[in-house]
């Protein structure tokens, strides 16, 4: 097989306003900003890549971000790309790990490079990555605003056809978040499951308080009830309520999984976890322990959700809804042929040819300093 040679590296940068604001750890933010990286071989085959750190969880400043990226465009130029890196199973880090990137900036060359690889071969990302993947992606609501807004939400991700949906926690009175998730479990009323997401808000008696006064709803899990992942620990085997792991990952090895009881998936955000690549150590070690493995975004484009809807088509073999509902934050999609969700479900068949370019009006290319 030829190999792929990096012909051409280009640097965008993007500004998109979000239809409202969003909170992240005490930071309101009312647009996404990040790059977008093409390479094209000599073929003129092209793959994209997004960078996005997501304020109040990245640790890398913007201008480490972009400082990394020049680099990367004058290193990486006229480079051969390694066979298989597609398996996932060090390649990358042997290829890319001598220029200690952050993990924005490696999840975002490592998505160009596969996308670059599947262009070349011809075949859909998902394919690439996992030959036996499937075309379809469930993914859950993500629930947002005021209660009168939540509960509109709610009513409306079930006629919508949505398996799952979530509700952020942690942020009022822990009664006031008592009284919320009862009304949604109302709402729903069985037709989807319920998720929360309490973003290491609580300290464990105040997460089993909690616990308690929802016991009679029923929750598929709640991710980070604690302060830290020992806790959590703690809170799910005194509360028997299933735990998800978000925040926690980035300072733990994949292999540190087997240590930790009760926990039922893992949240595999690649934009925080140092890319596809680490990302897909975490899955093949939750599924080694029968935990589940569930892709989720951060808040990235349509750009990144795309490449991350095809990951999580090859990562797990049931289609457990993931955590990319986030599209309908922002005003305008970047991409030419808009990624869209029906009845909680993103196609990619629509998406197995030729790579859907981003209007180049909502991007401005980075030359250099």
């Given at each position: 097989m030829s190999a792929v040679t990096i012909a051409q590296i280009r640097l965008f940068s993007f500004r998109m306003?979000?239809?409202?604001?969003?909170?992240l750890k005490g930071n309101t933010v009312t647009r996404r900003e990040g790059?977008?990286?093409?390479?094209?071989?000599?073929?003129?085959?092209?793959?994209?890549?997004?960078?996005s750190p997501l304020p109040g969880f990245s640790r890398e400043s913007p201008a480490d971000t972009s400082s990394q990226l020049l680099s990367l465009k004058s290193r990486l130029s006229g480079q051969t790309i390694p066979y298989m890196l597609e398996q996932l199973d060090g390649g990358f880090d042997r290829w890319l790990g001598e220029y200690n990137l952050s993990p924005s900036v490696r999840f975002g060359i490592e998505m160009a490079v596969l996308n670059l690889t599947a262009a070349f071969r011809e075949i859909p990302l998902h394919s690439l990555l996992n030959p036996s993947s499937r075309p379809t992606v469930s993914v859950n609501a993500l629930l947002s605003g005021s209660p009168d807004d939540v509960f509109r939400q709610a009513e409306q991700a079930c006629k919508d056809g949505y398996r799952a949906v979530k509700l952020k926690v942690g942020r009022a009175p822990v009664d006031d978040e008592i009284k919320l998730t009862k009304c949604v479990c109302d709402k729903l009323d069985g037709t989807a499951t319920l998720r929360l997401d309490a973003n290491q808000a609580w300290s464990l008696d105040e997460a089993i308080t909690f616990a308690n006064g929802i016991a009679a709803c029923k929750i598929e899990y709640i991710e980070e009830p604690c302060h830290?992942?020992?806790?959590s620990r703690g809170f799910a085997n005194r509360t028997g309520l299933p735990v998800a792991l978000d925040e926690s990952l980035?300072?733990?090895?994949?292999?540190s999984l087997g240590k930790l009881t009760g926990i039922m998936v893992v949240i595999l955000k690649p934009t925080l976890l140092d890319g596809v690549e680490r990302s897909m150590r975490f899955a093949r070690e939750a599924r080694r322990l029968?935990?589940?493995?569930?892709i989720s975004s951060s808040f990235e484009s349509s750009l990144g959700i795309l490449a991350l809807a095809h990951l999580a088509s090859a990562t797990s073999d049931k289609d457990v809804p993931t955590g990319l509902g986030t599209l309908s934050w922002f005003e305008r999609d970047i991409l030419q042929t808009p990624l869209t969700v029906s009845s909680g479900i993103i196609q990619l068949g629509a998406y197995t040819g030729k790579m859907p370019e981003p209007d180049t009006t909502m991007l401005t290319e980075v030359h250099g300093v």
């Open positions: 306003p979000l239809v409202r604001p969003l909170i790059y977008a990286i093409r390479l094209v071989d000599h073929d003129g085959h092209a793959g994209w890549g997004e960078v830290d992942a020992t806790s980035q300072n733990m090895a994949p292999e029968g935990i589940i493995p569930l």
